[in-house]
Structures are given as C-alpha cells and as structure tokens.
C-alpha cells in the first residue's frame, strides 16, 4: 500500500469519529473498534495495531496465522 493511500485511511478514520460528541465515544468504543478500526486494520493490511484514546479506553488487534483478526479492547467509565 502506498503511503499516500495510508494517509487517505488515516484521514478517512479521523472524519468518521469527528463528529462524535464524548459521551458517544465513551458509550461506542467496542463498536468503534469492531468496526472502524477493523475495517482500517484490514484495509491496511497490518499485522498489529495498539490503540489508546487518552481516556483509559484502549484496544489491541493482531492478525493471527489463521488470518483471523485477535481484538482485545478495554474501556474505562468515570462515574
């Protein structure tokens, strides 16, 4: 994949969260990670990719042998 063609995905995955409020992102990151970042997982191509939101939430995808995907996320609520 061309560098430009991953700054497009990159691009692309930033314009499908910018409207989310917080409270969404809060209420939505297993679906955010099931999804969007999947689909970017596999549209480029990774092996691993961590992720961290800077608010406890943070998943982890690894494409196994099988070429099944491994997602493991957690998330943190503030009560």
């Known amino acids: 994949m061309a560098a430009k063609d991953k700054v497009n995905n ?3 995955l930033i314009e ?3 409207d989310e409020n917080i409270n969404e992102r809060k209420q939505n990151w297993a679906a955010f ?3 969007t970042v999947v689909n ?3 549209d480029c191509k990774l092996e ?3 992720i961290e939101d800077g ?3 943070k998943a982890k995808l690894v494409r196994q ?3 099944s995907i ?3 996320y957690t998330s943190t609520t503030t009560l």
Do not use: H, P, R, Y
Request: aromatic share 8%; net charge neutral.
């Open 65 to 67: 042998k099988d070429d």
């Open 70 to 72: 491994k997602v493991e």
């Open 16 to 18: 499908a969260t910018k």
């Open 55 to 57: 608010k406890g939430n």
């Open 48 to 50: 691993k990719l961590n």
């Open 40 to 42: 970017f997982f596999i």
């Open 33 to 35: 990670v099931e999804s």
């Open 10 to 12: 990159i691009d692309a």
